[in-house]
């Protein structure tokens, strides 16, 4: 199977994991935000799960149309966010990058920068930027051997540890700072879910 067919293939188990924790991340984010994180990536799940049938079958192109039809699923913050990280990485790939186990730490790091640019969220704000930057120094550092997957997942587990006791710093979550200390973070636990799946 090739690459485009690998990929398709991603986004329709991605769709329903998500799916699936929809409800785990509506809670988390009803502690500190409004309550909606599950509902948003459940409506970008169908609408990517749509799109793959007839998404052209290259890499850069795929990605495109999971950005799009993120985008046109929902207007919140993390569906935003979720459709400028997939067309930041079709971009990344359309401008000549190849994409392999050395460059993808680079392509992690890049778009945490467009992300924390679009968001204007900083790295230690405990958002989900903080789980991306985790994951890409880790692949960076992974060995030849390791199985990236796994590095990926004990990543986004480490970062949501780490972070466990900081309070949010951005977003509805930073009215309640304090209340937050001791809370996982729901757009970091989200990508840990999408890890574990994607």
């Known amino acids: 199977m090739d690459g485009a067919a690998n990929l398709k293939e991603a986004f329709v188990r991605w769709a ?8 785990e991340l509506n809670e988390l984010d009803s502690r500190l935000g409004d309550g909606d994180l599950g509902v948003t990536l459940q409506k970008c799940a169908t609408m990517v799960r749509a799109a793959m049938p007839t ?9 495109r149309s999971a950005s799009q039809a993120c985008a046109d699923a929902s ?14 990485s079709a971009k990344w790939l359309e401008a000549g990058k190849a994409l392999d186990r050395s460059t993808l730490p680079e392509m992690m ?9 679009r968001g204007g969220a ?29 590095v990926a ?6 970062a949501i540890e780490e972070f466990r006791t900081k309070p949010n710093r951005i977003g509805r979550a930073s009215m309640f700072a304090a209340k937050s200390i001791g809370m996982d973070d729901p757009g970091m636990v989200a990508v840990l879910r999408m890890t574990e799946n994607l």
């Open 16 to 23: 329903a994991a998500m799916e699936k924790v929809a409800p």
């Open 55 to 63: 998404a052209p079958d290259n890499v850069p192109d795929i990605l």
């Open 75 to 88: 207007g919140s913050s993390f569906g935003t966010l979720l459709a400028s990280g997939l067309m930041t």
């Open 109 to 117: 790091r890049h778009i945490v920068q467009k992300l924390s640019a």
């Open 122 to 150: 900083n790295l230690g704000d405990k958002t989900m930027l903080d789980s991306l930057q985790s994951i890409a120094l880790a692949l960076a550092q992974a060995a030849p051997q390791e199985d990236l997957a796994a």
């Open 153 to 158: 997942r004990d990543a986004a587990t480490r």
